[in-house]
């Protein structure tokens, strides 16, 4: 009996896991050739006038698509963020990105945690190998380890939402080092939606690659380098005790 209510504990938690990946399916297979910029310039004139005589409910429904996006892991994240700087301007618009990010990727990580991650977790911390002193590594820097994985551009932004969930970070620490540590990008993105129109009047495309511009990297990887002081700092410390 006891193993009967186990088992179904476990399907109970894994059920979120399982509506994600196959809402996560049907959106790439519907939607991947929908969210693209050249389903915002064929609609560029409709979605500015539904903007103009709807303001409200048009953000609140641009919000939502891209909490979807995101919690889905769909492809079009950089497509709706520049679409934000597009249609709501850089202030406005950089507020819908990083607040629709952080919600979709805390939407997320609360479903892996739930699912799996919280045994795993539980696992590791009840294992006396080098994982275990990995994690006790990662809990002692999790503050700087988790603004790493959101200021630099190389880590996927879904591999940065389910990691922390297998690892055990503190929810309090992945909603705040998510919310500040995507604003650079968030920015940049968002700057770029703002000339979308000048873009799409000379037949071309927008840029994205402008992220990786010396003045625009530079100083995301400087902010990324004074995040990970403390990771350095530690394992001197370390090393020096053992020596």
């Known amino acids: 009996m006891v193993q009967t209510q186990g088992d179904t504990a476990q399907r109970r938690h894994v059920l979120p896991l399982v509506l994600l990946a196959v809402a996560a399916v049907l959106g790439w297979v519907l939607l991947g050739d929908w969210l693209t910029f050249d389903t915002l310039r064929d609609n560029r004139a409709w979605l500015l ?39 709501f301007g850089l202030a406005m618009g950089t507020v819908l990105n990083v607040a629709s990010a952080t919600i979709g990727a805390t939407i997320l990580f609360l479903a892996v945690r739930w699912g799996f991650g919280a045994s795993l977790t539980a696992r590791i911390e009840a294992s006396d190998g080098r994982i275990h002193e990995i994690q006790k590594g990662l809990r002692e820097t999790e503050w700087s380890v988790m603004f790493l994985l959101r200021l630099v551009p190389a880590v996927p932004f ?47 495309d927008p840029d994205l690659s402008l992220l990786w511009e010396p003045h625009i990297i530079g100083p995301i990887l400087g902010l990324a380098a004074l995040a990970a002081l403390p990771i350095v700092i530690r394992a001197v410390r370390a090393r020096g005790g053992t020596t």
């Open 158 to 204: 879904f591999v940065a939402n389910l990691l922390p969930a297998l690892v055990g970070v503190r929810l309090r620490t992945f909603v705040i080092t998510t919310a500040l540590g995507i604003v650079p990008g968030g920015l940049v993105y968002t700057w770029i939606g703002v000339g979308l129109g000048e873009v799409f009047d000379r037949g071309e």
């Open 49 to 87: 006038s539904l903007r103009d005589d709807h303001y409200l409910p048009v953000a609140l429904g641009f919000a939502a698509i891209y909490v979807t996006i995101v919690t889905l892991s769909l492809p079009g994240a950089a497509v709706a963020s520049v679409t934000g700087g597009f249609l």
